[in-house]
């Protein structure tokens, strides 16, 4: 039989290659920058066609926007994404304000009250969606977005008609010189809302970086830039696309994301990782990881103190090194894939994730646990039936405020003549689990 190949106290040699090394080399540590890579190539490549488009650019340019952005509406609303929805709807409009004065010239009344309402309205409505939270296209009273919406575009249509007729009258004509209002090239208000907006993305990109609130901010950012650039039709028209395509990716990112990556502890899932496992070369190593006593932690602490145990465990195994990755298998186990891997090579790797875990000072309160009151006062009781002359003012306040204690179970196999396939590799990995189990549990086995 195979015995256990570590445990606690039972150090394995570690690798000689450098730490800098390893954090280079490790495809964990460029997850975080992602999300940015679609956006900042999409402006790149906006600002070098700005470059070569010619100032009166082909008809073909001019309606790239007519073009990218339905389609970002059409794929919005077909995967329910709301606030993305809502942004690319204001853009679809203000292209429209746009295109019905082409080329506005800010000397008109009507010109210079178009360009000013699309650089203060369209800003306003990505700061008003940032602080929303995401509830899909239909929700209650989702209605008063859209007649916002249709309050904003009759009042542009209203202020640049002035003059024009007895119903808008004249009075629009000396506001626009107010100097928060006047565009040069775009208005003090509306810059003012641009950086707010700005802002506060990066603010909700820092919290949760979600594609769609990057997505949010970048294109507000490309909005701004074609907003400057009004005067140029070829590069508005480029720049108006490109906030359009970055909206779009973000969705399909977002998308992307919810289908494959597990929303709790953050990893990619099961799906992923078999999808991983068909692209394999000849050499690879499995391991599976199983939380030990995970039960026992919803049983005593509740299942939002199980969530947060599970929440550290993944933050772990995303720091996985070794060329590593993570993935949530389901429940309290995880996955670690070692593509053209030896199990020697995974080892210490392995044995540095178990050890990171257990030496984890995971503190829960009853007050981060968001339980019910019902609960917390059951579990009071309880103690305070088994052992009611014991608790204490230090167990109450254990109650409060503890300390877990968290380890996990490592089971590794590699692929080999007899293990000739991922699905064995991964049964045999499971049965090492087993064993690292009924060994005592907080080891690896193979």
Partial sequence: MQRPVSGAGDPIA?????AWLATALNANSLRPVEPFVAPATVLVIAALAALIVPAEPLSAIRLLPAIVLPIGVFLSLWFNRGRAFLALVSLTLAYAGYALTWHPDTTTFAGRAVLGGIAIFVPLNVTLILFLPERG???????RWLLLLVVETLLVAWIASAGLSPLS?????GVLD????????TPLLGRALFASGVALAIGRVYENRSPVEIGLGSALLAFYIA??????????????AAAGLILLLSVLQESHRMAFRDELTGLPGRRILEEQLLGLGPVFTIAMVDVDHFKKFN???GHDVGDQVLRMVGARLAEVGGGGRAYRYGGEEFSVLFPDKTLEESLPQLEDLRSAIENYALVARARDRRQSERDDEDRRAKLRRDSPKDLDASARADVEAQSLSVTVSIGVAERNRRLHTSAMVVRAADEALYRAKNAGRNRISR
């Fill in 137 to 143: 296209i239909s929700h209650f009273r989702n209605y």
């Fill in 227 to 240: 907003c400057t650039w009004h005067d140029t039709p070829g590069s508005f028209a480029v720049f108006l």
């Fill in 299 to 301: 049983d005593t602490h």
């Fill in 169 to 173: 009258g004249v009075a629009w004509q």
């Fill in 178 to 185: 107010h100097w928060l209002l006047r565009p040069n090239p």
């Fill in 14 to 18: 570690r690798s000689c290659q450098p």
